[in-house]
Structure formats: structure tokens, C-alpha cells
């Protein structure tokens, strides 16, 4: 085969999945986890939410407003049942507000807010999505004009979130923001799978935010030529630890596009 083609390990977890799938005959072996995530991150979110909105009360600057919500926001990316890790999510809420990142591209994400007018988040697992309500909401409060879009997947796929599991779990997040099919299938966005709606809005955004190793290993490739897309996630394997030359726990938030070592 000539040419530079590269299948991305999400693709092959399809396969892998619809056969678990079979073998169980159940085609939602991780429904009632999502749900128990879901609720568990929800209970945590509330109190999260109040730090951040006594914050905008208190006009604290946009750069602490925005730490303060990846740091929790990404916090929500250790509810992964997928990984092959276990997580205490009190244990990891009292760390992470202080803790390094092995990549903290902060300041490059706010100067391409200043001018962006569409913000494409795309989301990973089931859980997390109440954790990027932060983040989210902070978005909405700093910069009212920005137009946000939130990319769920298409089908079910270990335990990434879906528009299902958002309607059937009533969530907030429909009062912030857009929530799209992507169409998806992968856990991890690969565009040419995506439908066309999701495709269109896609190519016209401004700023790409993709939460989760799904995301990142689906797009990495890519989004070295791409300056619109910044990653944010917990490093949960040796694949991603080794090529990233960071450790296994780190949490990163990177624009590959501005790193030579990547």
C-alpha cells in the first residue's frame, strides 16, 4: 500500500467491541456502568460548580477561571472503565487542583479564544461529561459571543457518552451548548467516519478542544498540521506514557502543533 495511511487503534476497538458484544448478546455491556458514573460525577460536579461561579462573583481573572475549570474538567477523564487502570475519584478531586501537567499549553488556548467564534468540543466517556460542564459553563460566562458545539458519539462504544445516555440521564448540558451526533462509531473522533452535519460544523470551527485517549489517538496524527486543536486528558497507558516520553497519571493539555517533540 503506498502512501502515508495510518489506521487508528479506535478503529480496530470497534471490531473488537461488536464482538464482545455478540458474545455477551447484550449491545450495551457497559450501559448500567455509564449510568453509575454518570450519577457518581454529578454529586461532584455540584460542588465543583459552586467554587467556580463564587469565583466569576468575585472577578477573579479569566486565566484562574480557566485553569480552575480544565483542571476539573479534566479530572473527570480518570472515570474511564475502559482503561486499564483503577481510579479514586475523591483521592484524584483533592490532588488535581495542584498538580503539574506534563503539558499545559494554557496561555496558547486563551489567545486563540480571543478571536474564535466557533468552539468544537468533543467528548469522551460517559461521566466526564458532567465534569466538562466546568468547563463549559466557564466557557459561557468569559465569552458570551462564542457559538460551543459538543460532539457525542454515534453508536454505542465501550462507555462513551452518547445523546442517549445525555437524554436519558436528563443532563444540564443541553442548556449550555449544541450537542451533536458525531456519527462516530470509534471511541475516538475520526472525521471521514463523521456524518455530514458534524463534518460541516467540524471544518467551520475556530477552536477544537477533544477530551480523552480515544480522542487523541484518533487525532494526533492529524492535528500536528492543525493549530485549531488542543488535547485533554490523563496519560493511562504505556503506548501513549512511552510516545509522549511523560508518565503514566500525568494529565496533559496540548496543541500538538506547537510542541517539535511530538
Known amino acids: 500500500m503506498q502512501g502515508d495511511f495510518e489506521i487508528p487503534p479506535t478503529l480496530l476497538a470497534v471490531l473488537v467491541y461488536d464482538k464482545i458484544c455478540n458474545a455477551l448478546n447484550n ?9 453509575a458514573s454518570i450519577q457518581k460525577a ?17 472577578q477573579t481573572s479569566t486565566k484562574e477561571i480557566l485553569e480552575f ?24 478531586a483533592r490532588k488535581i487542583l495542584e498538580s503539574p501537567f506534563a503539558f499545559f499549553d494554557l496561555e496558547s488556548f486563551m489567545y486563540a479564544l480571543k478571536s474564535a467564534k466557533k ?3 468533543i467528548a469522551d466517556n460517559a461521566g466526564e461529561n ?15 459571543a ?35 451526533d458525531s456519527g462516530v462509531m470509534s471511541p475516538g473522533f475520526i472525521e471521514s467516519l463523521a456524518c455530514i452535519n458534524a463534518k460541516t460544523i467540524y ?25 485549531r486543536v488542543f488535547f485533554l486528558f ?16 500525568d494529565f496533559v493539555f496540548v496543541n500538538p502543533s506547537l510542541h517539535k517533540i511530538l
Not at 466546568?134 to 460566562?141: E, F, G, M, P
Open 203 to 227: 471544518k467551520e470551527a475556530d477552536l477544537i478542544l477533544a477530551k480523552g485517549m480515544g480522542n487523541f489517538e484518533s487525532m494526533e496524527n492529524l492535528a500536528k498540521q492543525d493549530r
Open 130 to 144: 458532567e465534569f466538562d460542564e466546568i468547563l463549559l459553563y466557564a466557557l459561557r460566562v468569559l465569552y458570551p
Open 146 to 180: 462564542l457559538e460551543i458545539f459538543y460532539f457525542v458519539r454515534g453508536a454505542e462504544i465501550i462507555n462513551d457518552i452518547t445523546l442517549r445516555d445525555l437524554k436519558k440521564t436528563d443532563s444540564n448540558i443541553f442548556n449550555l451548548v449544541e450537542v451533536i
Open 27 to 35: 449491545s450495551e455491556p457497559y450501559g448500567a456502568i455509564k449510568i
Open 42 to 58: 454529578r454529586l461532584y460536579k455540584q460542588r465543583f460548580l459552586e467554587s467556580l461561579q463564587k469565583k466569576v462573583i468575585n
Open 69 to 92: 475549570a480544565i483542571r476539573i474538567c479534566v479530572l473527570g477523564n480518570v472515570l474511564d472503565y475502559g482503561a486499564q487502570t483503577h481510579f479514586d475519584l475523591e483521592e484524584q
Open 119 to 121: 468552539l468544537t468540543m
Open 234 to 249: 490523563k496519560i493511562k497507558c504505556n503506548v501513549v506514557k512511552n510516545y509522549l516520553q511523560k508518565n503514566l497519571g
